[in-house]
Structures are given as C-alpha cells and as structure tokens.
C-alpha cells in the first residue's frame, strides 16, 4: 500500500500554460486566425470559466480594453450551421457565454467575438457575425500543456 502511495506521488500532472497576445491591427476572422497561425499561436480558445476568467483579466490590462471592447475567439459553426467547435482542436465549444438572444444563428454569422460593451448591457459576452465583412481586433493564444512533478 505505501508503495502505491508512493508511486502515484511520483507521476506528473500536467498544467496548462496560455499566453495571450492581440496584434495591433483589426481583421475579419479568417485573416486574424492566419496571422495568429503565423506566429505558432492560434485564435484564442475558452473552454472553461477558468479561461474566460483568464483571459478578461489580460484583456483588462491592455490598451485594447475600453468601455466598447470587442475581439475575436477562436470559434465558428463554418463546419456546421448551428454547432460551434474551436479551431485549435475541433472540440465542440461546450463552455459558453453568449448574450441574450444570440447566437443568432444563421448562414450570414459564423464566427464568435466577444464584445464588453457596458452602454448595450454586454459584459464579456459573445455574438456570432459575419466572418469576412466584419473586422475586429483578435486574441492569440499560445497554450501548451506543461508535465509539472
Ligand atoms: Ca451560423
Ligand atoms: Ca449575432
């Protein structure tokens, strides 16, 4: 038994390490997701409360943050009307923070920003919109899985 013990305290546990970047320029989504591929990151993934948490807080201390803050996640239903995956893994985005009323959900809005907007009652929220015509500032994120012991 003490042996089990001892072993189980030998094994790793991984945690995950994210690092957050906005370029300083607004695209459409397909263009902010190459750049972010450019660089070895990719648009921002939020699959938990942790994450979202994570990321407003970072958001918060950058220039990018205003009263009427809007940006890029990493997720669409481009695949599949309706179904929102994230583009760094095609996990289904079970997380979610929509605002009221949205997705809006239809063939025209495929793509998910976030918008802080405290005049429209949006706090962190998201909203689906046109992927091309819309541009926006966008998140990279850079997230790596680390063994810890
Ligand atoms: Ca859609
Ligand atoms: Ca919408």
Redesign the pocket.
Known sequence: MKLVVFLVALLPFTVQAKKYFIPNFKANWHKALEFCISLDMNLVTVESRQDHDDLVKFVQKTDKFSNATRFWLGAS?LAE??VYTWVLNSRLATFTNWAEGE?T???S??CVEMIHNTYVNRVWTWN?IDCRGFQAYFICEDRQSIAQF
Do not use: A, K, R, T
């Open positions: 239903d009307e309706g997705p959900g239809n063939d809005e495929n689906d």
